[in-house]
């Protein structure tokens, strides 16, 4: 059995490593892709619960959890930092073929493709370093667990869904989407740098303005669909990616209540308790 693990994981990573290798030829085939069938969703929502109540097991026989663990505060502080880094490769790579693709298609052809076959392959590649993302993410909730630190549901909530959204962005050629990969990379750099920072006891006053700019990235999102919805109208509803439009609107309309929540618990209240 652990050979046939083994084979597979080996054939899984010879997969991964041809299809990162060419931004310009790289496709996107449901099941042929790695990760891109349904069922590494429904094995990471299956995964996910199990591995975070184990290290919440284990956490809670010991009084501090792992938080005294050096070993424990090396990784995290290595893990965020790297985090801080992708998302920096990640918004160059979006923002350049973002200036590309409206370069030669205008604004109308990122809010609206009539066919994805005219999106350059490298538009979707960044989508998909972007999905891959959100599983290695999930180590967060690990983290914390494993700190023994509260977890809230906008954390939960947020890691577990958002893998879905990202996954349906690109199944269903939502180039739109990619405004998001750009706004929300662009946050993770500044939001991973802080808790590197904040593990290593560095003071940098980042947090609330953090929060402010997640708060300020879902309202645009909402903004961002008026052209989408106008072009689709124009076009007979023929524009690609109605169905993760939908999932999207509804998504980030939990996380900005969610993030509103936050915000007004730990920043309103503090400051009333300061005055």
């Known amino acids: 059995m652990w050979r046939s693990l083994r084979v597979k994981r080996l054939a899984l990573d010879m997969k991964m490593e041809s299809v990162l290798q060419d931004p310009s030829s790289f496709e996107w085939v449901r099941g042929k892709t790695p990760l891109s069938s349904p069922k590494w969703l429904l094995g990471a929502w299956m995964v996910y619960p199990v591995v975070v109540l184990s290290f919440k097991h284990f956490a809670g026989k010991r009084e501090r959890g792992f938080s005294n663990s050096g070993k424990l505060t090396s990784f995290s502080a290595v893990h965020n930092l790297w985090l801080a880094i992708w998302s920096l ?46 599983f290695y993410e999930l180590i967060d909730t690990v983290i914390i667990v494993a700190r023994k ?36 990379t662009l946050v993770h750099i500044f939001m991973y740098s802080y808790f590197c920072a904040s593990i290593l006891k560095i003071k940098v006053p980042w947090r609330k303005h953090i929060t402010q700019l997640q708060i300020v990235q879902f309202i645009s999102s909402f903004v961002l669909t008026i052209p ?23 998504f980030n309309m939990t996380y900005l209540i969610l993030f509103i929540r936050f915000y007004a618990t730990n920043y309103r209240t503090s400051k009333s308790k300061t005055g």
């Open 89 to 134: 490769i990640m918004f160059v790579g979006a923002n350049v073929e973002l200036y590309r693709y409206v370069a030669s298609e205008g604004l109308k052809g990122v809010f609206c493709t009539l066919s994805s076959s005219r999106v350059p392959n490298r538009i979707y590649y960044w989508m998909y370093i972007f999905y891959i993302s959100k």
């Open 149 to 184: 630190r509260e977890l809230t549901l906008l954390h939960v909530w947020h890691h577990s869904s958002v893998i879905f959204e990202t996954w349906l962005w690109i199944d269903q050629g939502w180039t739109h989407a990619s405004i998001g990969v750009w706004f929300n």
């Open 228 to 250: 989408h919805l106008v072009l689709q109208i124009q076009s007979g509803w023929k524009c690609s990616g109605r169905t993760a439009l939908y999932a999207s609107v509804f």
